[in-house]
Nanobody, 119 residues
């Protein structure tokens, strides 16, 4: 359906910032709802943020005010700017693409990128 490749993960100290990128294949990117999810060791995967084709965003309470999701249709790329990082943000971050009406026609995942935040 859609191939997603994440990048930008790495090691950061508490209070620092990172920007994750997700490159998507295909011109249909512009119609999809995009999202970032994360999974910490021993925990279930959780939603971090989503953005619709129209630019509407949604954030988990734990990251609201610190993280910003955005998209660049010309580059078929979605970003996650992570400011004021905390150790509890440590996780593998996954990019997700869904069809705009939630019909299950599209639901693709990237391979993930590791984020480690030290105190």
């Amino acid at each position: 359906q859609v191939q997603l490749v994440e990048s930008g993960g790495g090691l950061a100290q508490a209070g620092e910032s990172l920007r994750l990128s997700c490159a998507a294949s295909g011109s249909a990117f512009s119609r999809n709802t995009m999202g970032w999810y994360r999974q910490a060791p021993g925990r279930q995967r959780e939603l971090v943020a989503t953005i619709t084709s129209g630019g509407s965003t949604n954030y988990a309470d734990s990251v609201k005010g610190r993280f910003t999701i955005s998209r660049d249709s010309a580059k078929n790329t979605v970003y996650l700017r992570m400011n004021s990082l905390k150790p509890e943000d440590t996780a593998v971050y996954y990019c997700n693409a869904r069809d705009p009406y939630g019909l299950g026609i599209l639901n693709s995942w990237g391979q993930g990128t590791q984020v480690i935040v030290s105190s």
